[in-house]
């Protein structure tokens, strides 16, 4: 019996937040609670380290697999694993939930002690999604996680935040019990074939679905995770939840909660309903690039900072999706890939919003202007991610998106065409945007005395930026584990949908 | 026959009711009795009772059947008696109610509840349903110097009569078609004559259907629901909203799946249509609603929907789930009317959704408290409603009702924008005026708190108890 490394990241984090239930909310307890809340957050992510280097790159099977019945009368057990596509992401949640909590250390100082522990309560349930491979446990986890945002909005948010929270919530849920039914009905299915229910994804795999129930089925999940990616037309809630939600709220929703719906779509959508898949993957792509132009568009007339951001993340994952439906070995790894960088970039430039918005409460770039002058180190740091976030080659945002325009270009050039321009007009914005903040004189005087970094904000900056660099330069580091089990996934979907289509004749 | 042991559980509450009437009359003005101890000695007797009948298969008179199914809802109906003394007391001192009678009524109300639950009989369920309802009416009323109360109160009791009469019709129909009344004989008769159902029957099945309907608030019979819930005080609302619902679900379940089980594909129809009005309606007028209790009304309304197809959908997946169900949802709503009765202030009702603006920095643990429970009735894991909806939308998806799980799962998406907007008041909006909230009382509170830990052991481990509401509902059919 080794040790459950997959529980205990789930489970951590939960303990942490009861932990800081004895802690009595004062206010000279404050630094207590956040420095427990720090410190449960980074001892998880050191777990996820651990998780890494005793993963074995070169199998493409769920490894440190930890299987429980729970409700053995339904079927349904507890049970987790992870393999290349969701090794990755639970590094990502390790790594981004700390910083979150970093960046607001200044901002937020009404009832820390909640804040600590929704923040603590939705990194459980952020790894519970990545780990489960129970649709049922899966399921609980993925609603479960919208109760801490939900607060996270509505408590510590900005002016609009109670309309912003219920929003999010409202349209996550509508998607996700669609795909509730799709659940049952799978489990349903299987107790008609194997004679017991199970919702176990392994045994679920097996099921040869009816083609007219995979349609169904297909629609349900795809519906629930486009929602939450978010792929157009499904995208409202999103710039309305990140403007509103404090940092450490827009930084784990765009760097986790929207990657939850891209690996949904890796792990359940296609895999379960091969060729459903494949029949609506060019929709899903159509809508992708759609995505991907207007998310830039729109992205490139906002006057706030983070409602840019907002809609580049909009843009920037519609490529990942354009990279799951293109379905061969590059697309998917790139989409694997960026789904990394988009955490760790659109973290990154939520987090330095956060900074000037701690500094001067504005997010407006008109309010900017000449802060390369004031603090040369911040707007380094900033410049930084806004080049990954473009994909300067050399940085990480490079790396994925030029795999995805490789596989898309192999399975429909005129996709990546459209695609490409998307790289462009990103491009554009950020750069604009960023060149409005930070070059030319200071026009506005409130800006002249603003501070350049503090060690905290040092302590969540270098990080990035190292990460962003080493994901760059190294690729193969991180596309190793990703590799193999991209490579199955891939030639399984293709295998089924072909070998249904000889059956068929 | 079984003798006597199958209604030792409602005897120990009668006789708490009864000894509770006679403490009051030898009361001093002004003396404090614990009363409510009476109460809840009563109910710990029922409560051993009911374990040591369990699987024991006891019948009394050949009209009371002490099975695991009625066994189950007994222990509901403890739970909801125990958590219902609990959260009176504040109420009672404040509002100057008569213990003794409230207690009393209390008390004789769950004795009826409990013998509906077990009754095989249906003169038998008419008689517990009208010492429950009389009970109830008169709970309702309670606050005789309150006019809200007395509407309600006379409202409660038109419409229930009302009820009873169409009740009492479809049981004399029955008998007239079978020359029974117990359960089991019409039920093989029903049987035999099932191939061609005779208008004659379907009538009898009709009123009765009425008739619990009635009982249960389900669409379009809720009417006098909301009325009814807004004018009782809080923890009689809580009462009534749980341990009502729980008896006379018991009794149609027990009637429907046994007695007219033969007629199954007639009923179905219409309790389809019920089932989805009820969900449709519950949900949809609870969004406009600003009174908490009118809102958590209607929720119940809704909730009454999911219990109509859990019994609709009574297959082997769903067996179990209009039990769990029930326990469920009895724990959290009254969980939840706990919480309104403990913010109910005597110059200030605090019934609106407003008036919980700034509860959070009152009453931390108060807001949390409320906020498990409305999640709960939302339906989010890991709370126990979560996995109450989805063994009900299981054995929908099972027994091929689609259409009624899609409505399901749409309505309680629905049902979130309310629940939510009570835990926006608390937590995300600041108070105007200076909080006007009383303490809480300790027994009170600790009710709540463990009905909240109740919330969370069935969301989390809910294995065992799925078992026994499963292996339960098998002994009747």
């Known amino acids: 019996m080794h040790f459950p490394i997959l529980t205990s990241l789930v489970f951590l984090p939960v303990a942490g937040a009861l932990l800081l239930l004895v802690v009595r909310d004062e206010p000279e307890h404050e630094g207590l609670v956040k420095n427990i809340a720090l410190g449960v957050s980074g001892l998880v992510f050191a777990e996820t380290l651990l998780l890494w280097s005793r993963f074995d790159p070169a199998s493409a099977d769920f490894q440190f697999i930890e299987r429980h019945a729970w409700m053995p009368a339904f079927g349904v057990s507890y049970f987790v694993g992870v393999d290349g596509i969701s090794l990755l992401l639970l590094v990502l949640t390790g790594f981004l939930t700390p910083l979150a909590l970093l960046g607001?250390?200044?901002?937020?100082?009404?009832?820390?002690?909640?804040?600590?522990?929704?923040?603590?309560?939705?990194?459980?349930?952020?790894?519970?999604?990545?780990?489960?491979?129970?649709?049922?446990?899966?399921?609980?986890?993925?609603?479960?996680?919208?109760?801490?945002?939900?607060?996270?909005?509505?408590?510590?948010?900005?002016?609009?935040?109670?309309?912003?929270?219920?929003?999010?919530?409202?349209?996550?849920?509508?998607?996700?019990?669609?795909?509730?039914?799709?659940?049952?009905?799978?489990?349903?299915?299987?107790?008609?074939?194997?004679?017991?229910?199970?919702?176990?994804?392994?045994?679920?795999?097996?099921?040869q679905v009816p083609p007219h129930l995979q349609f169904w089925f297909f629609l349900a999940f795809a519906l629930a995770f486009a929602i939450k990616v978010p792929l157009f037309p499904f995208h409202t809630w999103l710039p309305d939840a990140h403007v509103e939600a404090p940092t450490a709220g827009s930084v784990i929703l765009a760097g986790v909660l929207l990657k939850m719906g891209t690996?949904?779509?890796?792990?359940?959508?296609?895999?379960?309903?091969?060729?459903?898949?494949?029949?609506?993957?060019?929709?899903?792509?159509?809508?992708?690039?759609?995505?991907?132009?207007?998310?830039?568009?729109?992205?490139?007339?906002?006057?706030?900072m983070k409602k840019l951001v907002a809609y580049s993340s909009v843009s920037h994952m519609g490529f990942v999706v354009l990279g799951i439906a293109a379905m061969n070995t590059q697309g998917v790894e790139g989409a694997v890939y960026q789904m990394l960088n988009h955490g760790i970039s659109t973290g990154g430039l939520f987090l330095i919003?956060?900074?000037?918005?701690?500094?001067?409460?504005?997010?407006?770039?008109?309010?900017?202007?000449?802060?390369?002058?004031?603090?040369?180190?911040?707007?380094?740091?900033?410049?930084?991610?806004?080049?990954?976030?473009?994909?300067?080659?050399?940085?990480?945002?490079?790396?994925?998106?030029?795999?995805?325009?490789?596989?898309?270009?192999?399975?429909?050039?005129?996709?990546?065409?459209?695609?490409?321009?998307?790289?462009?007009l990103s491009a554009t914005y950020m750069l604009w945007m960023f060149q409005r903040v930070n070059y030319g004189p200071v026009t506005n005087e409130k800006n002249t005395g603003l501070a350049d970094l503090r060690p905290r904000e040092w302590a969540i900056v270098v990080p990035i930026i190292a990460v962003i660099v080493l994901m760059g330069v190294l690729p193969n580091l991180f596309l190793r584990p990703i590799g193999p089990s991209v490579e199955r996934l891939v030639t399984h979907m293709h295998q089924s949908a072909s070998a249904r289509v000889q059956a068929a004749r | 026959m079984g003798g006597f042991n199958a209604i030792v559980p409602m005897a120990c509450v009668a006789a708490a009711g009864i000894a509770s009437m006679v403490a009051e009359a030898f009361r001093d003005p002004g003396e404090r009795m614990p009363i409510a101890g009476l109460?809840?000695?009563?109910?710990?007797?029922?409560?051993?009772?009911?374990?040591?009948?369990?699987?024991?298969?006891?019948?009394?008179?050949?009209?009371?059947?002490?099975?695991?199914?009625?066994?189950?809802?007994?222990?509901?109906?403890?739970?909801?008696?125990?958590?219902?003394?609990?959260?009176?007391?504040?109420?009672?001192?404040?509002?100057?109610?008569?213990?003794?009678?409230y207690y009393a009524l209390m008390l004789f109300a769950l004795a009826g509840m409990m013998l509906m639950a077990t009754a095989t009989d249906l003169l038998v369920i008419f008689l517990a349903l009208e010492v429950l309802s009389l009970a109830v009416y008169v709970l309702t009323g309670i606050r005789r110097d309150s006019p809200a109360s007395t509407e309600a109160a006379f409202k409660y009791f038109l419409l229930g009569a009302f009820s009873s009469a169409f009740f009492l019709y479809g049981i004399a129909f029955t008998y007239g078609l079978t020359?029974?009344?117990?359960?089991?004989?019409?039920?093989?008769?029903?049987?035999?004559q099932a191939m061609a159902p005779t208008p004659m029957q379907l009538l009898a099945v009709g009123l009765l259907l009425v008739g619990f309907a009635f009982k249960v608030s389900a669409v379009p019979f809720h009417m006098w629901t909301p009325d009814a819930y807004e004018?009782?005080?809080?923890?009689?609302?809580?009462?009534?909203?749980?341990?009502?619902?729980?008896?006379?679900?018991?009794?149609?379940?027990?009637?429907?799946?046994?007695?007219?089980?033969?007629?199954?594909?007639?009923?179905?129809?219409?309790?389809?249509?019920?089932?989805?009005?009820?969900?449709?309606?519950?949900?949809?007028?609870?969004?406009?609603?600003?009174?908490?209790?009118?809102?958590?009304?209607?929720?119940?309304?809704?909730?009454?929907?999911?219990?109509?197809?859990?019994?609709?959908?009574?297959?082997?997946?769903?067996?179990?789930?209009?039990?769990?169900?029930?326990?469920?949802?009895?724990?959290?709503n009254l969980g939840a009317f706990g919480v309104?009765?403990?913010?109910?202030?005597?110059?200030?009702?605090?019934?609106?959704?407003r008036d919980y603006a700034g509860l959070w920095n009152d009453h931390p643990v108060l807001a949390s408290l409320m906020t498990i429970f409305l999640l709960s009735l939302a339906g989010f894991p890991p709370m126990a409603g979560f996995i109450a909806k989805w063994y009900v939308f299981t054995a929908a998806v099972k027994a091929d009702y689609m259409g009624l799980a899609i409505i399901g799962v749409l309505t309680s998406v629905v049902s979130v924008s309310f629940y939510l907007r009570i835990v926006v008041m608390m937590f995300m909006t600041s108070s105007d005026e200076p909080a006007q909230f009383p303490a809480v009382p300790k027994i009170a509170g600790l009710a709540l708190v463990v009905s909240a830990l109740l919330i969370f052991y069935l969301g989390i481990l809910p294995t065992r108890v799925l078992d026994w509401a499963a292996a339960s509902i098998s002994t009747i059919f």
């Open chain 1, 263 to 304: 690996y949904g779509l890796l792990r359940f959508a296609f895999p379960l309903f091969p060729e459903a898949a494949l029949f609506f993957a060019p929709y899903l792509a159509g809508l992708a690039v759609i995505g991907i132009i207007y998310g830039a568009l729109v992205a490139m007339v906002q006057p706030d």
């Open chain 2, 340 to 353: 309104i009765a403990l913010v109910d202030n005597a110059d200030r009702p605090n019934d609106q959704v």
């Open chain 2, 231 to 332: 004018g009782a005080p809080p923890a009689v609302t809580g009462f009534m909203s749980t341990g009502v619902k729980a008896a006379a679900f018991a009794a149609f379940v027990r009637v429907f799946l046994s007695a007219f089980e033969p007629l199954h594909g007639q009923w179905s129809v219409v309790v389809w249509a019920i089932a989805a009005s009820t969900m449709i309606v519950g949900t949809v007028v609870g969004v406009a609603q600003t009174s908490v209790k009118r809102l958590l009304a209607y929720s119940s309304i809704a909730h009454g929907g999911y219990l109509l197809v859990a019994l609709l959908a009574a297959n082997d997946a769903g067996k179990g789930a209009v039990l769990f169900y029930l326990l469920t949802y009895a724990v959290t």
């Open chain 2, 39 to 101: 109460g809840v000695v009563g109910l710990l007797g029922a409560a051993i009772a009911t374990v040591l009948l369990w699987n024991h298969n006891q019948a009394s008179f050949g009209l009371v059947s002490a099975d695991n199914f009625g066994l189950f809802v007994t222990g509901v109906l403890v739970i909801v008696g125990l958590l219902s003394i609990a959260i009176s007391g504040p109420t009672i001192d404040r509002e100057h109610l008569p213990g003794g009678e």
């Open chain 1, 104 to 207: 607001s250390w200044a901002s937020v100082h009404k009832k820390t002690k909640a804040f600590c522990m929704f923040v603590l309560l939705l990194e459980s349930a952020m790894m519970g999604v990545f780990v489960s491979l129970d649709l049922f446990l899966f399921y609980v986890f993925w609603d479960a996680m919208l109760v801490p945002m939900y607060f996270l909005i509505g408590i510590w948010g900005h002016e609009r935040r109670i309309y912003a929270s219920i929003k999010f919530i409202l349209y996550t849920m509508a998607g996700s019990v669609l795909m509730l039914l799709a659940i049952l009905g799978l489990a349903y299915l299987h107790s008609t074939t194997a004679g017991s229910y199970s919702f176990d994804l392994l045994k679920i795999a097996e099921l």
């Open chain 2, 179 to 192: 020359g029974s009344t117990r359960l089991d004989r019409v039920g093989s008769l029903m049987a035999a």
């Open chain 1, 353 to 424: 919003v956060g900074m000037l918005s701690d500094r001067r409460h504005t997010r407006l770039i008109s309010e900017f202007g000449g802060l390369k002058n004031v603090m040369p180190h911040l707007v380094a740091a900033f410049l930084l991610m806004t080049l990954s976030s473009i994909g300067l080659p050399g940085l990480n945002g490079f790396v994925g998106e030029f795999l995805i325009l490789l596989g898309v270009f192999r399975w429909d050039p005129r996709m990546a065409a459209l695609a490409a321009t998307g790289v462009i």
